[in-house]
């Protein structure tokens, strides 16, 4: 399967504790995005990479938020003393992009959170 | 953070029923997609627009983007259960990267 994949697909964890994720893009796409996406609601968007530069980031990206792309290619969301707020599926896109030509981002299955 | 209009928030149908479900923008957008989210997966892209006034066609699908280029639309006809499941709209605006989604239409067949 070539689509985006994420790990793990479900975390259960306790308030307080730190959490990584970890989003494995399509192989020739050189960005890589995070989106938050709350029950009930449509995905919100988070940060974006393009290669292994974070480029843009939302304000609903606080400071327990680091997202990282190392060599420009799997990416890792990590969040810090988690809060019961921080409950939500953490889904991953990826894009190819050329010039000013973006393709269209296609999603991962997800990484579902729950903080108890 | 924002969020773009869609509605109807949920639609009830019966199997054969064509649907029809529409989405709005207070901000100009350079293209538009449409997706479908199953519980518990990511979303899976039904068709992306890229110009005002496009219309573009998937198997029963069909989808146009509007020449305001604040709004879009997506038709299913002779719906099927498979097509059970919760459709996105998504719009991005020009020099942005990020997509802003829509609240969603929930679409349920009546058996």
């Known amino acids: 399967d070539t689509g985006v994949s994420q790990d793990p697909r479900h975390k259960i964890t306790k308030r307080g504790q730190n959490v990584t994720f970890r989003c494995d893009p399509i192989s020739e796409h050189n960005r890589l995005y995070w989106y938050r996406q709350t029950l009930g609601q449509g995905p919100e968007f988070l940060t974006y990479f393009q290669n292994e530069a974070q480029l843009e980031k939302s304000r609903l990206l606080s400071d327990r938020f680091s997202a990282e792309r190392p060599k420009g290619s799997f990416s890792t969301l990590e969040i810090q003393r988690t809060e019961q707020g921080d409950s939500a599926m953490y889904l991953c896109?990826?894009?190819?992009?050329?010039?000013?030509?973006?393709?269209?981002?296609?999603f991962g299955p997800g990484t579902r959170l729950t903080v108890l | 953070g924002q969020q773009l209009n869609q509605s109807p928030q949920s639609m009830f149908i019966q199997e054969g029923e064509d649907v029809s479900m529409n989405c709005t923008s207070s901000s100009i957008f350079n293209t538009w997609l449409w997706y479908k989210q199953d519980p518990g997966e990511g979303p899976v892209l039904l068709i992306a627009l890229y110009k005002a006034g496009e219309l573009t066609s998937n198997g029963r699908l069909t989808a146009q983007f509007g020449i305001t280029r604040k709004d879009s639309f997506l038709n299913i006809s002779a719906s099927i259960p498979s097509d059970v499941g919760i459709y996105f709209c998504?719009?991005?605006?020009?020099?942005?990267?990020?997509?802003?989604f829509g609240t969603g239409t929930r679409l349920t067949i009546i058996p």
């Open positions: 896109a990826s894009s190819w992009t050329v010039g000013s030509s973006t393709d269209t981002q296609y």
């Open positions: 998504a719009g991005r605006g020009f020099g942005n990267e990020k997509l802003t």
